[in-house]
């Protein structure tokens, strides 16, 4: 089995910064694309950054220019470097990691993490 451990979320100020890390752990193959995504109440899961194993990114349109996703692969970790925060962006953060296990290892599957909150005060 894989796990995710997500750490770094909390309550800011607008305007501010937080770092949201994620470790994965267990009988990891190989890890492939690592993310972030986020739900806020009432809404859907939606994807906010996402890294390939060789460093290629991709955003959604509402963190361009304010985010950074990054990963070390030598720790199985990947990082989300949050600037200027918005009310907007509350929710809860879930970490997600595409990997093959030593038990399957040519099937990759989603694996994701328990969630951690981030609170934006106005």
């Known amino acids: 089995q894989v796990q995710l451990m997500e750490s770094g979320g909390g309550l800011v100020q607008a305007g501010g910064s937080l770092r949201l890390s994620c470790a994965a752990s267990?009988?990891?193959?190989?890890?492939?694309?690592m993310g972030w995504y986020r739900q806020a109440p009432g809404k859907q899961r939606e994807l906010v950054a996402r890294i390939t194993r060789n460093g290629t990114t991709n955003y959604a349109d509402s963190v361009k220019g304010r985010w950074t996703i990054s990963r070390d692969n030598s720790k199985n970790t990947v990082y989300l470097q949050m600037n200027s925060l918005k009310p907007e962006d509350t929710a809860v953060y879930y970490c997600n990691a595409l990997c093959t296990t030593l038990r399957i290892p040519f099937v990759p599957r989603d694996y994701w993490g328990q969630g951690t909150q981030v609170t934006v005060s106005s």
């Open positions: 267990g009988s990891i193959f190989s890890l492939n694309d």
